[in-house]
C-alpha cells in the first residue's frame, strides 16, 4: 500500500477544489491519525521490551537454587557453594 505524504494529499484536495473548511478537517484528522500510529508503535516497542524481561525472568523461574556446603575439618569457614540447577 502506497503511503502519501501531507503535502501530496493538500496538493490533490486542492486540484479538485475541495472547500477550505473540508481540507483542514482532513489534514486535522491526519495529523492525528499520525499521532496515534506513532503512540502505538511506542507502545508496541515498550511490550515487546516487557515480554523479553518476562521470557528471562521465566527461564530463571525454572531454575531452583542449590546450596552445597562443604565442612573442612580445622577450618573455621565452610565452603558455599550457590548453583542455579535445571528443575
Known sequence: MKK???????????????????MNYIMDTMSIHSAIVKGLESIYVQQSTLLKKVDSIEKNMTKQKHITVKKIPNNKKDIVNNDLIDC
Open 4 to 22: 502519501f505524504s501531507s503535502d501530496d494529499i493538500l496538493e490533490e484536495l486542492m486540484f479538485r477544489n475541495v472547500n477550505t473548511d473540508m
